[in-house]
């Protein structure tokens, strides 16, 4: 396991940021009952929820009622299917672009093909 040093060139404190972090789980390495959410900054960025709730459930509509229940808001269902919509034509560029198939089953044609 890898930590930065807490403090930065200026000597004030900032946050630590750990990587290659393993637990088990199951073992009970960890005292929790069970995992409640999981968080990863990695492509954060300011913009619509909506995107987010969209690239969980992307290729798997039959997903989206259990997202939105456990969500707790009144979502609009047909944002998310335009996020579903736009992700996979973009997608589908760079695939093509660097010598990917999105026409392979569950890929993303299939995704806009579900939209149709």
């Not at 404190?13 to 968080?39: R, W, Y």
């Not at 259990?66 to 589908?92: E, N």
Request: hydrophobic content about 40%; some cysteine; proline content about 5%.
């Amino acid at each position: 396991m890898a930590a930065s040093d807490d403090r930065n060139p200026e000597g004030k404190t900032t946050d630590q940021i750990v990587d290659k972090v393993m637990a088990n789980l199951v073992s009970g390495a960890i005292a929790i009952p069970e995992v409640t959410g999981v968080i990863d900054w990695s492509e954060a960025a300011p913009g619509d929820p909506l995107y987010d709730l969209a690239i969980l459930t992307l290729g798997h509509e039959e997903r989206l009622g259990d997202l939105l229940a456990g969500y707790g808001t009144d979502v609009d269902r047909d944002v998310i299917r335009a996020w579903w919509s736009l992700r996979s034509l973009l997608a589908s560029r760079w695939l093509i672009e660097h010598g990917f198939d999105p026409s392979l089953p569950g890929c993303e044609f299939d995704v806009l093909r579900s939209r149709m």
